[in-house]
């Protein structure tokens, strides 16, 4: 997590999946999908 965190404090844009809400905890912005559908969209 902290090789993802300063490749994120370079600018660089890095999509990561989980199912780990701890280390979802870690992104700036969080979409929550259910069903294939988008339910939560936080930080944009």
Do not use: C, P, W
């Not at 902290?2 to 700036?28: C, K, M, P, W």
């Amino acid at each position: 997590m902290d090789l993802f965190g300063s490749l994120l404090n370079e600018g660089i844009t890095l999509a990561l999946v989980t199912h780990d809400d701890e280390v979802a905890q870690y992104a700036r912005r969080r979409i929550r999908m259910q069903d294939g559908k988008i339910v939560e969209d936080e930080g944009s």
